[in-house]
């Protein structure tokens, strides 16, 4: 690919268009490149957007080990009921003959 300033453009246009027609056409490519460059500069991240990104993935890292804390704490609780409910069970078979 071959690189060109809007001056290099500009000359090269002047000789064959003149002045004014190669100071639009200039401007006219100015423009177009300015709003392709903004558009495409939305899609990129940014160090900010990275950062902010990174903020996010670690509030919800924290929220998700509370609630496996949670879930870890219930599990012993039901495990606890259960055994309870099972060796009264035993005891209530035991004790019934």
Do not use: C, H, P
Request: charged share 30%; net charge negative.
């Amino acid at each position: 690919m071959i690189a060109i300033s809007n001056i290099d453009l500009y000359n090269l246009l002047r000789a064959k268009l003149g002045d004014a027609e190669a100071k639009s056409v200039t401007d006219y490519i100015d423009v177009q490149v300015s709003e392709k460059f903004e558009k495409e500069k939305q899609i990129f991240a940014a160090k900010d957007d990275i950062g902010l990104l990174r903020e996010d993935i670690a509030k919800l890292e924290g929220r998700l080990e509370t609630k496996i804390a949670e879930t870890k704490v219930d599990i012993i609780k039901w495990v606890f009921a259960m055994f309870a409910a099972m060796a009264l069970m035993i005891i209530g078979l035991y004790f019934k003959k």
